[in-house]
């Protein structure tokens, strides 16, 4: 199954998918998005929030957002999926569901935790579970027969440091606009990282800035986040970024979740000279997982979604 919705690759994705209602749901309590004429209600939303502990209004307020965003999601996947006519039986499911649970328990050294536990600890529970499997297999299925051994081939040679184990060491500064709230704030931060750029580019030592500017408690240890892989928990522009560069230079700023950056490479590990041949079904998974990505942003765009908010 596709990495993108693979549980044990990125179980953290689940508590993002959220249930659906049903029709009579939807109608009662406050319309806060309408989805291709779909709604998506306040209640939904808060019934989501409270399986969630310990968070605090600044997380929440975060998380609702995030939540309202997979809603959204699950709706156009939902209907791309029906048009495609992909079926995913139940059986298909509940093997995958038994694959995990056995993968889970092969893993575990300590305490034992059941899958539900797992995803309860995530504020999640195993019907959402399956629907992201759903959502994978169909995927999956509708990709197969469109990514031939060319169209591999080509995304191999031009992504070869996630399959080669190429890894950097990165550095960073950052700007943290997570609790920023007004368009003024933002564009302060991104100002701000601009200036602390000039100001490296002049010969300020990158260390210096990070101990002067940088709100992550990296900044303690200079910045150093250590050696990172190109498939990993980063966002992806800031992956990108930081495998664009050659040890000893300074990014421009670079946006994620976490607010602005400047990454510097202070070392390098080349990869080793991998065949396609060798690490075929790599490609083919992290190709899928491209193209899935790609999938979404589309229908998305291309769905009438109206905000309540």
Do not use: W
């Amino acid at each position: 199954m596709s990495k993108l919705f693979a549980p044990l690759v990125c179980l953290v994705l689940v508590f993002l998918q959220p249930h659906t209602c049903s029709a009579e749901k939807e109608q009662s309590g406050t319309i806060v998005a309408t989805v291709n004429g779909k709604n998506i209600t306040q209640e939904v939303l808060v019934n989501r929030l409270k399986m969630f502990t310990d968070i605090t209004p600044e997380t929440a307020a975060s998380m609702r957002q995030e939540i309202l965003d997979q809603l959204i999601t699950d709706i156009v996947l939902d209907e791309f999926i029906d048009k495609q006519g992909l079926i995913v039986s139940s059986d298909e499911i509940e093997r995958e569901v038994d694959r995990i649970r056995n993968t889970i328990n092969s893993n575990q050294k300590n305490a034992i935790q059941s899958l539900e536990q797992i995803l309860v600890s995530i504020g999640s529970h195993i019907d959402e579970f399956k629907k992201s499997i759903k959502y994978s297999i169909a995927l999956e299925k509708y990709f197969h027969n469109r990514l031939d051994d060319k169209t591999l081939k080509k995304y191999f040679d031009e992504n070869k440091s996630l399959f080669n184990g190429e890894t950097v060491k990165v550095s960073h500064i950052l700007i943290d606009t997570r609790n920023m709230k007004t368009a003024e704030e933002l564009s302060h931060a991104l100002e701000q990282i601009k200036t602390i750029k000039r100001e490296i580019d002049r010969g300020v030592p990158f260390d210096e800035g990070v101990k002067k500017y940088s709100n992550c408690p990296s900044a303690q240890n200079g910045g150093d986040l250590g050696f990172i892989q190109r498939k990993g928990t980063f966002a992806k522009s800031f992956l990108d970024a930081a495998f664009s560069l050659k040890a000893g230079q300074v990014s421009e700023p670079v946006q994620t979740e976490y607010g602005y950056h400047l990454i510097k490479v202070t070392d390098k590990k080349e990869g080793d000279n991998i065949q396609f041949d060798n690490v075929r079904e790599k490609v083919r998974l992290e190709a899928v997982d491209a193209e899935i990505l790609k999938l979404i942003d589309r229908l998305r765009k291309e769905a009438k979604i109206v905000l309540n908010q």
